[in-house]
């Protein structure tokens, strides 16, 4: 093939498959979404042992067709890419190999022994669901936002873990081994699971301050589910709204403490402060 047409057909194909701006592009990302779809509710179906025992053939032949489809997308985008082992390596790169791998495995690996070994690995095709997430664009948005709020989140999840370790070991000095506070790390496991207001009721408190303990980590943990909402809720409206625009270039996407335009230096107004209008 000519270098120049293969060329063309290489950009062609990079516009279709990572461009979402085009017609062709969002008519790929649409029939993408659905194979998507489908195949893992077949993984879901193939599951049941009542619709495995009937539809057993059909589903396995459809799972071919559809590794086929998820492996010839895998090789154009590894084609059409300007960097190959970068997006190979990548985390969607990494998902869109282990969404056709395990197909692929189960053919290759044969035995009575290994059944088990592709029984598991065959699991990995609901990795396919992470191939949504490319596609949509809130879910950057919200990646941005949990990028953002990670020391705050990293802080809070500090601070959880002190008040577990703490309220642990005072219900191991208070309750008996009795009750179930047998060691430190079984009475912050029953911290933990009384913070996260899961209460399973296998350990409980006996004595009455214990129970006092128990209902303050109650209360506090009604709290501290309203601290990570918070915290990424912050930085999705940060996300959404664009900061302050120039009065003099009307430039929007500066950084919150930004005082002078990125482009043409002049000063901005305060965060949240609409531009004067122009008479």
């Known amino acids: ?11 062609h194909f990079r516009r279709v498959i990572f461009g979402t701006d085009t017609p062709s592009g969002k008519a790929f990302d649409v029939a ?7 195949s893992v509710a077949l993984v879901m179906l193939e599951s049941v042992p009542a619709i495995k025992d009937k539809y057993g053939w059909p589903l396995y032949i459809a799972e071919l067709g559809f590794t086929a489809l ?33 197909t692929y495995l189960s053919l290759i690996l044969g035995g009575a022994h290994s059944l088990m070994v592709i029984r598991v690995l065959r699991l990995l095709r609901v990795f396919r669901v992470f191939k949504l997430v490319r596609y949509i664009q809130e879910a950057g948005m919200l990646g941005r936002a949990i990028a953002a709020s990670r020391r705050k989140i990293l802080v809070f999840l500090m601070a959880v873990m002190s008040i577990t370790i703490i309220f642990g070991t005072v219900m191991y000095l208070v ?21 996260t207001t899961v209460g ?31 915290i990424v809720g912050v930085e999705i409206s940060r996300a959404q709204d664009p900061g302050p625009e120039c009065t ?32």
Request: charged share 15%; with cysteine; glycine share 6%.
């Open 1 to 11: 093939m000519d270098p120049e047409r293969k060329e063309s057909l290489r950009s």
């Open 32 to 38: 993408l979404l659905w194979a998507i779809l489908i």
């Open 70 to 102: 998820f492996s010839v997308e895998y090789a154009l985008r590894l084609w059409v890419i300007n960097k190959p082992l970068r997006y190979a390596f990548s985390f969607f790169g990494i998902v869109d190999l282990l969404s056709i791998l395990p």
């Open 175 to 195: 309750e008996s081994p009795e009750a179930g506070f047998t060691s430190i790390p079984t009475s912050i496991y029953w911290a933990i699971v009384t913070l």
């Open 200 to 230: 399973y009721g296998d350990i409980a408190p006996q004595t009455w301050f214990g129970q006092f303990l128990a209902a303050a980590i109650m209360i506090l943990g009604y709290a501290m589910i309203a601290v990570p909402t918070g």
């Open 248 to 279: 003099s270039c009307h430039a929007t996407g500066h950084l919150p403490d930004a005082r002078f335009c990125r482009r043409c230096g002049a000063e901005l107004p305060p965060w949240g402060a609409s531009p004067a209008k122009e008479p």
